[in-house]
Structures are given as C-alpha cells and as structure tokens.
C-alpha cells in the first residue's frame, strides 16, 4: 500500500511542485487549498494594502490532483481556508473519512493579503491574526486531527515549509513586510514541539526554509516589491528536497535545525543546478 501524505497550498506554487514530488516518490496524495477548481473565483492576493490584486492566479486543487493520477497515484481533492478552523477540521475530517489518516503532513500553505509586505504602521491590526491562523494556528489545528492516528501506527512525519524571515534578521536594505515575518514565526514553533514531545514515539518533523522561489505569485511582484529573480530556485527543487526528507533514512540526522532546501537539493544531486554559469 502506497504511503499517504497531506500537502496544504498545493494549488500552485511550492506545494504543486513537493505533491508531484511526493507522487514521483511513491506517495498517493491529498491535496488542500482555497483553489478547488479552475473556474473558481480569484480571491483577493494583493500583499499591499495600498492596492487589490483579483488578477487570476494559474492552478487549482483539481488540476494538481489530475497530475498525480497521470503519475500513477491516487489523489484526494480538499478545499480548505487555512484562515477558517472550520474549514481546516471539514478537510481534515474528509481525509480521515477517506484513507485514516496519512504518513506525512506538509505545510505549505500559507495566507497572503493586505499586509504581508507592508510596514508595522501601516499594517492595520486586523490582518496580523488572519497571517498567525494560516501560518501557526491552521497547522496546530491539523496535527491535533492527523497525530493521533501516526501515535497509533507508531510513526509519521511532519514538515513545514519555513522562512529565515521567522527566525533571522532582515539584511539591511530589505522591504518591509512583518505580516509575512510573524506568520512564518509563529508556524516556525510547531516542529519543535512535535519533536520535544513525540520523538521517541516514531514521529519525524523538519523545519524547511525554501528560499526566495519563483512561483507564479512571486512572478507577479518582482519589480514591485525589488525581488531578484536571478537568484530563484525552481519549485521543482523543492518538491525533489521535501521528497528525500520524507523518504530518505538518513534524513533523520537533518531534524533539530533550519534546512535549507535548495542547497540541499543541490549537495544531495536531488535536482539539475537551475543556476547560471554566466
């Protein structure tokens, strides 16, 4: 029986790109994210709040799920508001329904909106809570559902995608943007204490920090917000990076620090170096 994993924010992006990953490697895989299907209304993904942004984001829960079946594995659809607990406890009641649980958890998913690159005063203070529930809450919220069933089996893994932004100084000349910063803080905690707390118990967990990726929502904002595509990693490379930590047994020695995802995929050969020879 093929392994199972969850994947939040697996529309697009990072997370399209580890559920195809963790498809390639072996894994039947639930996918979750607001973008149930291509026809589905564009919510508003504008990271200022001196702007709204409806413009239509490529992707959905559907067509991921269609790329992992054309793989060979079984999918599972689940649309989820990572901002609405509701939301998170119905999808993670429908995977229970559905497989009893998975092997591995990642989350990907995370909320962009008005305040994720805006500065402290002009942030207003309603869209903190909206960053710390995607970010921190949503994924407490869905270890309390998926734990208990890897307690039993006597194993699982749990992975978040990070951010040196919730744990590191910003280089001096950096944008503003602590939306962004304290809603990756507060998910940065949550493997900490799956490991303090079950890792004698089977229970594997790793903190992935991606590094700046060129998904198609950062495509968006380069110039806005002075990003440098030059040094970009692929989504790809990520996916390949999440899919050895789930995997591989020599993984385990990498719990208990921030790894860094590209550099890892290139050490390891997971993925083609994507850098300029220039």
Known sequence: MAPKALVTGGSRGIGKAIALALAD???????????????????EHSQ???????????????????????RGQ?????????????????????????WGGVD???????HIGPGLMDSILDTPIEQYPLFVMAHGVAPIRIAQKLLPPMLAKGEGTFVTI???????????????????RIGKASGHT?????????????????????GFVLTERNSLDVDEFGFDSSTAGP???????????????????????NIDAQPLALERNLYPDWRSKA
């Open 25 to 43: 490697a072996g894994f039947d895989v639930a996918v979750a994210a607001r973008t149930l299907r291509a026809s589905d209304p564009t919510s």
């Open 48 to 70: 200022t709040v001196h702007k709204v942004d409806t413009r239509p984001l490529p992707g959905s829960v559907e067509e991921t799920c269609a790329l992992i079946e054309e």
């Open 74 to 98: 079984k999918s599972l659809a689940i649309r989820m508001d990572l901002t609405d607990l509701d939301s998170v406890v119905a999808g993670c009641d429908q995977l229970l329904a559905a």
């Open 104 to 110: 591995l958890v990642v989350n990907n998913g995370r």
């Open 162 to 180: 990070s951010s040196g932004a919730g744990y590191e100084f910003y280089p001096e000349g950096s944008k503003p943007g602590l939306g962004y």
């Open 190 to 210: 949550l493997v900490g204490s799956i490991q303090a707390e079950h890792r004698d118990q089977g229970i594997k967990a790793f903190n992935v920090n991606p």
């Open 235 to 257: 989504p790809a490379a990520i996916g390949a990076a999440v899919a050895w930590l789930a995997t591989a047994p020599e993984a385990a020695a990498m719990q208990r620090q």
